[in-house]
């Protein structure tokens, strides 16, 4: 598995290189983070709001655009496509689940943005005065894992989403209404700890947050380990619900399956 | 022995009628009406390994429908498919390793990269280990001429190129059966004739089962002396490509080359005009006494030539259709049909 994981990353990366220019538009264009940071930091340059300042503000969402950068998903389009003009068609004659190839392609991309835009977004913290970030070793491998299980939440519930193609021709308008509710309970708007903390406690039930602003937190080392490892759970939980959820849509949606046009 | 095994197999798509119109669609969206399409409707068949099939029937017949439950595609709806002793919809990597569904229309290449690139991921994907590959990459390209083509980008190969690298990519991990659904639609007849060769040579090789569709006929009379013909997703006919000939037409064909140009009427008494302008002509005299007609024929006229042919299995197939198949009123959608050329003409088979 490990081989055609390896061989699945060559081709996908080939695929991207044969695209650099598109790529770079998309990496550029997912900056909403700095735009918001734009706004917070006019807000809090007069006095800070709940404890942020410009500074903290420059930490948040630089963070914020980080792990956004290293989270970006848009398989429910490839699938929305795939499955409605029977592109998966060729894809489920392989002795394989088409799943791999897409995650590879996710993967390949991730790298591509990890050489590319990331050194750019650790070279603007360097120079923003003020930043701090939790940097000791166990912070950073918590960091890790949380990102990495955003990437996985992202990327397994818009698949799901996706999947619906099988049943509807518009699943990628719930796509859309699963994107804004990102942008609101997943820490694009404003820094969940901002929000009123009946909101906050409420947002921390749904999946949003473990899909962004987790990651995001630990780095800033504003929530006690204790706190860090009962968020870690529920990130844990919301992966397995929506694996769970991809094997049942996955096999259900098979027989729905009417693979058109050839 | 037999290797694909096809019980009452059934297969309903659920479809919901849509008046045109923008009323219409406010219509279905308000209230859809859904009804039943009978894609195949209670099918059986066995084919024995190393058979090459031939599946003829008009558009909407229930062909491609079958090759797709056949190769795990589609749930049946009802009946029981047994392939290699596989279920196919279970999509066993077992089964998917033997087996190859190509379809004239749907491509598994990337465009943006040079074949080679997607044979390698087959490669890792069916663990086909590196000499068996090296192999079967070399034989393929022998037969097909790959060499120049494998290493130019997908998107900037003809047609007919194209078609080669997705035969070849289907066919590297010597796949025991193959499904065959219009491989050689849009091509140059050059390019028809060089597919059904490598199809058959591949058969000859590894004693391959195939199963074929094609709008074609030439194709299913230069590889398959089995033909099963289907129509509003029942089988009408299962058998000898021959046999059905001489049952469908009890006649043979005589072309004739007059010396002195003839009416239609003086030839008459010697059999069916079916064709006569000057000092050409072509007749139709039952199967059994073609023979004697020509014999007849050349003593009473003067010939420069005469030959007796079997009539073209196109015109007989369409006949077929066009006779006692085809229904006043063709329900929409999966069967439309809009005329008889289109379907099984003589142009298009």
Known sequence: ?262 | MTQIDVRDLKKYYQVHDKEAGFLGSLRSFVHRRYRDVKAVDGIRFQIDGGEMVGFLGPNGAGKTTTLKVLSGLLHPTEGRVRILDFTPQERKPLFLKQITLIMGQKNQLNWDLPAMESFIVNQAIYNIPANEFRNSLAELSDLLDLQPLINKQVRKLSLGERMKCELAAALLHRPKVLFLDEPTIGLDVTMQARIRQFVAEYNARYGATVILTSHYMADVSALCSRVIVIDMGRIIYDGNLRAMVEQLAPYKVLKLILRKPLSCEALAPYGQVSNCNGIKATLRVPRETATESAARLLTAIELDDVTIEEPPIEEIVSEMFSRGQVIPNPPPQKRERRDDSQVLGTSKI
């Open chain 1, 1 to 262: 598995m490990i081989r055609k994981y390896w061989v699945l990353l060559k081709f996908n990366w080939q695929i991207l290189m044969e695209y650099r220019a598109g790529m770079v538009i998309w990496v550029i264009a997912n900056t909403m983070p700095l735009v918001m940071l734009a706004i917070w930091i006019s807000i809090s340059s007069s006095a800070p709001v709940a404890g942020y300042g410009p500074a903290e503000f420059a930490g948040y969402y630089l963070a914020l655009l980080l792990v956004r950068q290293l989270t970006t998903v848009w398989v429910a389009w490839e699938l929305d496509y795939d499955i409605r003009l029977g592109d998966l068609s060729p894809k489920l004659l392989r002795p394989i689940n088409p799943i791999h190839s897409h995650i590879a392609l996710h993967l390949a991309d991730k790298l591509f943005r990890l050489f590319t835009v990331v050194p750019l977004i650790l070279l603007a913290v360097f120079f923003v005065p003020g930043i701090s970030y939790q940097t000791d070793p166990l912070t950073l491998s918590l960091f890790l894992l949380s990102l990495i299980w955003a990437l996985a939440i992202r990327f397994m519930s818009q698949y799901c989403i996706g999947l619906l193609s099988f049943w509807v021709t518009q699943s990628l308008s719930l796509n859309e209404m699963w994107y804004a509710g990102m942008l609101m309970f997943g820490g694009v708007i404003a820094p969940l700890e901002l929000f009123p903390p009946f909101i906050a406690k409420w947002a921390a039930y749904l999946p949003f947050r473990y899909m962004l602003s987790l990651p995001v937190e630990i780095l800033l080392g504003r929530m006690p380990i204790g706190e860090v490892a009962r968020a870690l759970g529920q990130q844990a939980i919301w992966l397995i619900l929506w694996i769970g959820l991809f094997r049942l849509l996955w096999k259900t949606g098979l027989k729905h399956y009417s693979a058109v046009g050839a």
